[in-house]
């Protein structure tokens, strides 16, 4: 039997990761959204508290906890900004979590410790402009020469492009659409030929940085590949079983954002002599915030559980990243039809819950392509 009660544990690092996010990103989060700032001094600060690397095991740096822990601080951080919950997710889970589920020792051993201490920061590219959720048709390649590989191409919307001190990149090494087509390599910042590009003017989620990260007969010695060669893709499937778990976090810590403001508003504004809470038509919607918001955890939890335990869980993370993400768009728009003209604005902080929700439904794979994974699931075998 389950059981989703927040142990002691847990309890006690979202009270960590709320407290750093009060004191440290809150008195910030407008300014940051409105001038576009990736706030790089707060991952550093996050690092010391052992943020950066919340899976890592303390072999390597890390603080060694485990999935229920990292979804607690993804929402506690992600409910006072959505962009500094999206970069510490796509941090830990994608290019952390790719080296620590599939490098070898030496490389875990060089690469885990300074993500983990927020030394630096990991960026992963798979997703090109012409190749979203076509990924067997990137045209990123990786062709051998002699010891080393040399890499061209262009990999787009990727968190931390130009500030990531390392790189996860899946590139083609074999003809597209064939099967085995494409094999991962570590690159380091300041390799000749690894350089960030355009830096996305986004509509939610601007203090978090998406660019270009731009191959131009970038040379890396064969020690800088993951796995097999062939065997990129179906390791990117599996770190984004992982991410979709950290997406449903976000979307919740968003989610949740929304509906506690909207709920403190309802209970100080006044129409006709009484709060506003006090009509259907508020409270109602309340209500409906609230399940939601606890049927996308209960979701999350049970990906969680299955993760821990080694199980699979493409399906259940699945489910999660779509339903949480579509609830967060829900909630946060109930929230800002809560406020009224005031949601409408920049002093209140439903606008930005509201702007940074969409992208929930879109990264990592988009709700359409979370149908496909679920449904191909539930029709197998």
Known sequence: MMNFLASELTQQVAHTARDFAN?????????????QVFPLQVFKAMGELGLMGVLVPEQYGGAGLSYFEYVAIIQEVAKVCGSVGLSLAAHNSLCTGHILAFGNEDQ??????KLAHGEWLGA???????????????????????????????KCWITHGISGDVAVVIARTGEARTKDNATAFIVEKGTKGFTGGKKENKLGMRASETSEMIFDNCRISDSQRMGAVGD???????????????????????????YEAAVAYSKERKQFDQPISNFQGI????????????????????????????LAMTKQAAMAKYYASEVAVKVATDA????????????FPVEK??????????????????????SREILKG
Request: net charge neutral; charged share 25%.
């Open 23 to 35: 004191k440290h990103i809150k008195p910030h989060v407008m300014e940051w959204d409105e001038q």
């Open 108 to 113: 875990k051993k060089k690469y885990l410790p």
């Open 124 to 154: 992963w590219g798979l997703t090109e402009a012409n190749t979203g959720s076509d990924a067997g048709n990137m045209m990123t390649t990786a062709v051998k020469d002699g010891e080393d590989w040399i890499l061209n191409g262009t």
């Open 232 to 258: 990129g893709f179906r390791q990117s499937l599996k770190v984004l079983d992982g991410g979709r778990i950290s997406i449903a976090a976000l979307s919740l810590g968003i989610a949740k954002g929304a």
């Open 283 to 310: 409270s109602f919607k309340l209500a409906d915030m609230a399940t939601e918001i606890a049927a996308a955890e209960l979701l999350t939890f049970e990906a969680c559980d299955l993760k821990i335990k080694g």
């Open 336 to 347: 800002v039809q809560v406020f009224g003209g005031y949601g409408y604005t920049k002093d």
């Open 353 to 374: 819950y509201y702007r940074d929700s969409k992208l929930c439904t879109i990264g990592e794979g988009t709700s359409e392509i979370q149908k496909l994974v679920i």
